[in-house]
């Protein structure tokens, strides 16, 4: 694929088809032509692509991880806001039960029948609000409890 130089004007074969400069050299002046940017918490001057800028422009720049860890403590006030599966108000069905997977384990038997296989995690009150309202029960004991078949027993 033939293709011109944006620095040198100069016409060349591209090895790949993301290549954009014919050396190096070229490459190198094009980085020359950075925007300067502050950064968000401590105001230094920072260099950044045109095109990253372009990608996120109302994003905060930072100069360093510390910056970027002081903004974050400053502007997200809880661990639960910095996960990535925290919703506003109640957590969701999924993060709920990896929160109960990973404090727990995976469940050994079924309060139930004392089966050993196919157990899983199940929700008692079914509000999924606490990790502590959760029994393991195997897929059977699991359905029927579901369908109040099996509430005596527990």
Request: charged share 30%; aromatic share 8%.
């Amino acid at each position: 694929m033939i293709k011109q130089c944006p620095i040198c004007r100069k016409s060349f074969k591209a090895i790949r088809a993301t290549n954009i400069f014919c050396s190096n050299p070229c490459k190198g002046k094009n980085r020359r032509n950075s925007v300067l940017l502050s950064c968000a918490i401590c105001r230094k001057q920072i260099k950044r692509w045109p095109s990253c800028v372009a990608r996120r422009p109302n994003s905060n720049v930072f100069c360093s991880i510390k910056c970027k860890g002081e903004h974050t403590r400053k502007y997200k006030t809880t661990t639960r806001e910095l996960s990535g599966r925290w919703t506003k108000g109640t957590p969701s069905y999924k993060a709920l039960h990896d929160r109960v997977r990973k404090k727990f384990g995976k469940p050994k038997k079924c309060l139930a029948c004392g089966s050993e296989e196919h157990v899983q995690w199940a929700n008692k009150s079914r509000q999924y609000i606490d990790e502590d309202d959760f029994i393991s029960l195997c897929a059977i004991c699991h359905s029927k409890y579901d369908r109040n078949m099996l509430q005596s027993k527990i």
